[in-house]
C-alpha cells in the first residue's frame, strides 16, 4: 500500500511565515519599541545593528544543526524557544530595566531565528525532491515576504490600537497641501487651556485641527532658523526628552589614508574621463518645502509623579508630508499649559494637492507592547505544536548520535573542508559571489534616483509617489515574478532555465538606463519600467535560490546550504558598499549604463556552471 505524502502547501506557507517573523520582529520591531520608549537614537542605532550578527556568522554553527538531532527536532525547538523569548520580551518591557531586559532577549531570539533559518532550509531540501524544490521555491518567497508585511504592517497596528484604547482619547491632525495656499508670517499658534482644577477626563487640545500648506517652497535657511526656534522652545520647556550626542563633529573627523591616496584619486580620475557631463548644470536649489506649525497641550493639569508621553506618526495619506519635529512631547505639572509645537513640511518636489492625516497616541506603551509580544508568543507556540504534528518525516532527516565531542569537532571541520573539495567549487563559488554582482548595484541606488531632482539627474518623484512605484507596484512584480519562475523551473528544470533566468534578470536593467535618459514625467511609463525590472530580478533570482540548493546537495546540505547563503550575503554586501560612490563619479546616466557593463560578470559566471540538466525537472513516471 502506498504511503500517503502530506501536501506541502500545508506546511511551506507556516514554516516560512516563523522564518521571517522573528527576523522583523528582531531588526524592525525592536527599533520601533525602544524609539516609543523614548531610548535615543544613537543607542537604538548601536545595540540593534548589532543584533544582525547571528545571521551573519550561521555558517559557523550550521555543521551542529546537520550533526546533532534532525532539522525537524531543530524547527519546532527553536519555535518553541523563539516563543518563549517573544515571551520574555513582553514580561520585561514594563520593568525598570527593561533596556537590557529586552536587548538579552532579542540577542536570543536573533540566534534562535538564525538556527531556525538553518534547520528550515535544510528542511526544506529535505522534504521535498528537486523538483518539488523548484515548484515551491517561489511560494516559500512570497509567504517570507508575507511575514514582513505582517510584522511592519498588522503587529506596528495592533501596537498603536492598544496604545490609543488605553490613554487619552488620540489627537488626529489633518495636513492639507495645496497650490493655493501661500506660507504666511510665521507665528508661533497659541492653545486655550482649561483652569487647573477642572475635572474632566485628561485630554489633549491642539490649537487647529488643520495646518495648510503650500508647494510654492520656501528657503532652507529661513525654516533651518524657524524649525531650531521651535525646538529650543520645546527644550526649555522641557517637552523634549534630551538625547546625547554620540557622534563627533565633521571637523573632528581626519582624511584617512584610503581617501588620501585610492578613492580621491581614483574618483577623480573616474570622473574626469567617464563621468556625465550635464547641459546647464547648476547648483541644486536652496529652496525646500512649505513648513507649517501646530500647537498641542492639556485639557488639565496631570496627577502628581504623572507624565503623558504624545507619540506622533502619520495614520494614513500622502508620505510626501512629513513631520519634522515634535515626534515624541513630553507633559508633566509643569509644563502642561504652555504649547508644545509639532512642526509639518512638504516635499519639495509636491506640486499639486495632497493630504495627509497625523495621529498622536498617549496611552500605556509598555502594556501595549506587552499585549503585542504576548500574541507573537502564543502565535510560536501554536507553530511549534502545528508543525510537531504537520511536517513530514523525511527518512533522510536524521542526526548522528553516537557522536562524541571530538567526533563533532572532527565533523565540523570535516564539513567546511568538503564544500570545497565539492565538485566546481570555485566556478560555484564565483557564481554565488558575483550573480547578482550588477543587480546588486543597482538595488542600492533606485530609490535615490527616483527621489533625486532632475537636475542631478533623478526623476524628482515626492516620497509618497515613491512608496507606491517601488514599495507597491515593484513589490508585486518581484512577487509575481518569483512565482512564475518556481513553476516554469519545476517544468523544464534548473539548466533549461538558468539561461532565460539570467538574461531575465540582468537585461531587464535597461528599463532604468531608459528612465534615466528620458526623465520622463509620466507615471504610468514609470510604474510600467519598475515592475518590468523587479518582474525580471523575481523571476532571475528563482535561478540563483536553485543553485544554491544544487551546489549545496548532499548529505551535508543543510550545513552547505547555510554556507552558500553567507556568500549570497558577502555577494549583495560588496557591490553596495561602492555603488553609491561609483554614481557620484558617474552620474546617472552612465552609472546605469555601467550597470549594464557589469552584467558580463554573471554571464561568465553562470557560463563556467555545469548542471545536471535533469534537476528541478519533474520526473517521468
Avoid at 53 to 73: A, E, Q, Y
Avoid at 240 to 254: N, P, T
Avoid at 331 to 355: C, E, G, I, M
Wanted: with cysteine; hydrophobic share 45%.
Amino acid at each position: 500500500m502506498k504511503k500517503q505524502m502530506r501536501s506541502p502547501w500545508a506546511w511551506i506557507p507556516t514554516l516560512y511565515l516563523a522564518e521571517g517573523l522573528p527576523y522583523v520582529a528582531v531588526m524592525t520591531l525592536s527599533v520601533i519599541l525602544y524609539k516609543r520608549l523614548g531610548i535615543s537614537n544613537t543607542d537604538i542605532a548601536l545595540y540593534t545593528s548589532w543584533l544582525y550578527l547571528p545571521w551573519v556568522i550561521k555558517p559557523f554553527w550550521s555543521p551542529f544543526v546537520d550533526l546533532l538531532k534532525t532539522k525537524r527536532w531543530w524547527i519546532v525547538s527553536m519555535q518553541l524557544l523563539l516563543g518563549a523569548g517573544f515571551a520574555g520580551i513582553a514580561f520585561t518591557i514594563p520593568v525598570s530595566f527593561f533596556f537590557q531586559a529586552t536587548l538579552a532577549f532579542f540577542w536570543l531570539m536573533a540566534f534562535s531565528s538564525a538556527t531556525h533559518d538553518i534547520a528550515a532550509d535544510g528542511f526544506y531540501m529535505l522534504a521535498l525532491d528537486h523538483n518539488q524544490q523548484a515548484l515551491y521555491v517561489g511560494i516559500r518567497s512570497t509567504f517570507y515576504r508575507v511575514a514582513t508585511i505582517l510584522g511592519q504592517g498588522l503587529l506596528i497596528i495592533l501596537a498603536g490600537w492598544l496604545e490609543s484604547a488605553t490613554g487619552p482619547d488620540p489627537v488626529k491632525i489633518d495636513v492639507e497641501v495645496s497650490p493655493q495656499y501661500t506660507c504666511g508670517t510665521f507665528a508661533l499658534p497659541e492653545v486655550a487651556t482649561a483652569p487647573a482644577e477642572s475635572t474632566a477626563a485628561l485630554s489633549f487640545v491642539v490649537s487647529q485641527p488643520t495646518v495648510t500648506l503650500g508647494t510654492a517652497g520656501m528657503s532652507a535657511d529661513s525654516v533651518r532658523n524657524w524649525v531650531g526656534r521651535v525646538e529650543d522652545w520645546n527644550r526649555s520647556h522641557g517637552f523634549l526628552v534630551e538625547e546625547r550626542a554620540g557622534e563627533h563633529a565633521a571637523s573632528d573627523v581626519k582624511t584617512g589614508w584610503w581617501t588620501r591616496r585610492v578613492s580621491r584619486p581614483l574618483g577623480e580620475w573616474i570622473r574626469t574621463h567617464f563621468g556625465e557631463r550635464r547641459e546647464g548644470e547648476v547648483s541644486t536649489t536652496d529652496r525646500v518645502g512649505d513648513v507649517g506649525i501646530a500647537a498641542v497641550s492639556l485639557s488639565r493639569e496631570p496627577a502628581p509623579d504623572e507624565e503623558v508621553v504624545l507619540n506622533m506618526t502619520m495614520n494614513r495619506g500622502d508620505r510626501s508630508v512629513s513631520l519634522i519635529h515634535g515626534e515624541r512631547l513630553r507633559f508633566d505639572r509643569t509644563n502642561w499649559n504652555q504649547p508644545a509645537y509639532l512642526v509639518f513640511q512638504a516635499d519639495a518636489k509636491l506640486n499639486q494637492p495632497s493630504h495627509a492625516e497625523y495621529k498622536g497616541l498617549s496611552g500605556n506603551i509598555p502594556f501595549a507592547w506587552s499585549i503585542t509580544f504576548f500574541v507573537l508568543a502564543g502565535l510560536f507556540v501554536l507553530f511549534g505544536i502545528y508543525h510537531r504534528f504537520v511536517l513530514p518525516r523525511p527518512a533522510t532527516d536524521h542526526g548522528r548520535s553516537d557522536l562524541k565531542p571530538k567526533d563533532i569537532l572532527r565533523e565540523f571541520s570535516a564539513t567546511f573542508v568538503s564544500f570545497f573539495k565539492k565538485p566546481q567549487a570555485a566556478a560555484a563559488i564565483f557564481f554565488m559571489l558575483t550573480f547578482r554582482f550588477s543587480e546588486a548595484q543597482l538595488l542600492k541606488l533606485i530609490n535615490p534616483f527616483l527621489l533625486d531632482s532632475k537636475e542631478v539627474g533623478g526623476l524628482g518623484l515626492t516620497t509618497g509617489e515613491v512608496g507606491m512605484v517601488y514599495g507597491t507596484v515593484g513589490i508585486i512584480g518581484l512577487t509575481i515574478g518569483g512565482i512564475i519562475g518556481g513553476v516554469a523551473a519545476a517544468r523544464g528544470g534548473l539548466r533549461k532555465w538558468i539561461w532565460p533566468m539570467t538574461l531575465s534578470m540582468l537585461l531587464t536593467c535597461l528599463t532604468f538606463v531608459y528612465l534615466s535618459f528620458s526623465q520622463t514625467d509620466n507615471l504610468f511609463v514609470i510604474n510600467t519600467c519598475v515592475f518590468v525590472e523587479q518582474f525580471g530580478y523575481g523571476f532571475g533570482f528563482t535561478a540563483y535560490m536553485l543553485y544554491l540548493m544544487y551546489y549545496a546537495d548532499g548529505e551535508q546540505k543543510t550545513a552547505h546550504y547555510a554556507i552558500c547563503t553567507g556568500f549570497m550575503a558577502l555577494g549583495m554586501m560588496l557591490p553596495g558598499m561602492f555603488a553609491g560612490w561609483m554614481q557620484e563619479m558617474l552620474g546617472y546616466n552612465h552609472f546605469f549604463i555601467w550597470v549594464m557593463l557589469c552584467s558580463i560578470v554573471p554571464i561568465v559566471a553562470v557560463a563556467l556552471l555545469k548542471i545536471d540538466p535533469n534537476y528541478g525537472k519533474k520526473e517521468s513516471k
